[in-house]
């Protein structure tokens, strides 16, 4: 009975194969953090119980060092979409677009006023003014400033911003959509 038991048992990928793996598709580890350092985060059993979905979530998250936040990856975020408080919020969210894709953006501005019910965020991309009005909702993110992204960059590269929803947080990558097929299938919350 034993033996039929290990027959069926799925062997568990390593956190160092998941690492590896991710990073073969594009997904690495920003210059001076350690991998080790992810394991305070989740520990080597969890990430093999849920693979690969934790990792990323590791990797698209911010660890604490020397008195500040550091972003583990340019390549994956992370993000509470509950996270549109006041001025500054959407200027953070196209400078870590502009992270991501490496493309050149410039004079970002934004404005949060909730009680008013008034945002917008501006700023230039290919010598041109690029101004987009957002929907207040509390304090969550307007998550069509994501659309509107691939919309203004869709000329200019295969690559999209997709996003793998996990509740009131997602996933957020920059990806080819043959590389979207390759990571899918390796994670339960879907990139799309």
């Known amino acids: 009975m034993l033996q039929l038991f290990r027959l069926f048992k799925k062997k568990a990928i390593s956190f160092e194969d998941q690492l590896k793996k991710l990073s073969e598709l594009g997904f690495r580890i920003n210059e001076g953090i350690e991998p080790e350092l992810l394991l305070e985060e989740f520990s080597q059993v969890e990430y093999e119980e849920e693979p690969y979905q934790l990792l990323m979530i590791s990797l698209g998250g911010e660890i604490f060092r020397d008195e500040q936040f550091i972003v ?19 200027k953070v969210i196209i400078e870590r677009l502009m992270n991501m894709t490496g493309l050149d953006i410039r004079n970002i501005n934004d404005f949060v006023d909730i009680e008013n019910e008034e945002a917008w965020v501006s700023f230039q991309y290919n010598e041109k003014q690029i101004n987009w009005d957002l929907k207040i909702d509390n304090d969550w993110l307007d998550s069509d400033i994501f659309d509107k992204f691939n919309q203004l960059i869709r000329n200019d590269t295969n690559n999209k911003i997709v996003l793998s929803v996990l509740g009131q947080d997602c996933l957020i990558a920059y990806l080819t959509d043959d590389r979207i097929k390759e990571v899918n299938k390796l994670i339960k919350n879907k990139f799309e």
Do not use: K, P
């Open 72 to 90: 583990v990856s340019n390549d994956i975020w992370h993000l509470d979409t509950e996270c549109i408080e006041d001025h500054g919020d959407y």
